[in-house]
């Protein structure tokens, strides 16, 4: 059983905002880093923003810095977004991660796999 929830996901125009959440499992927040992952249509899924758990550090795709924010309170990993853009347009997810030589990749043995990710469609 995946230990994911993603939600928040939604439509809006170009330059609007939204704030995504991610509730997970105790052993899948055991990780030392969470990430939030995203696929469009047609594209594989690539990182868009981790956390590291001891000490909150963060870090960013280049495409979304200045732009989204990613945090964690207890239970759930956020992911805030602002100044939209169509090309923001994908289906988020968020897991588990490793770092390793600066690389981010998602660790979805934690959490027993992925979870249904959450529809962002950004308009012109």
């Known amino acids: 059983q995946v230990q994911l929830v993603e939600s928040g996901g939604s439509s809006v125009q170009a330059g609007g905002s939204l704030r995504l959440s991610c509730r997970a499992s105790?052993?899948?927040?055991?990780?030392?880093?969470m990430a939030w992952f995203r696929q469009a249509s047609g594209n594989g899924r690539e990182f868009v923003a981790g956390?590291?758990?001891?000490?909150?550090a963060t870090d960013y795709a280049e495409f979304v810095k200045g732009r989204f924010t990613i945090s964690r309170v207890s239970d759930t990993v956020y992911l805030q977004m602002n100044n939209l853009k169509p090309e923001d347009t994908a289906v988020y997810y968020c897991?588990?991660?490793?770092?390793?030589?600066?690389?981010?990749?998602?660790?979805?043995?934690?959490?027993?796999?992925w979870g249904q990710g959450t529809q962002v469609t950004v308009s012109s």
């Open positions: 897991n588990a991660a490793v770092k390793a030589g600066g690389v981010w990749r998602a660790n979805p043995a934690l959490a027993g796999g």
């Open positions: 105790v052993r899948t927040l055991s990780s030392m880093y």
């Open positions: 956390i590291r758990r001891n000490d909150g």
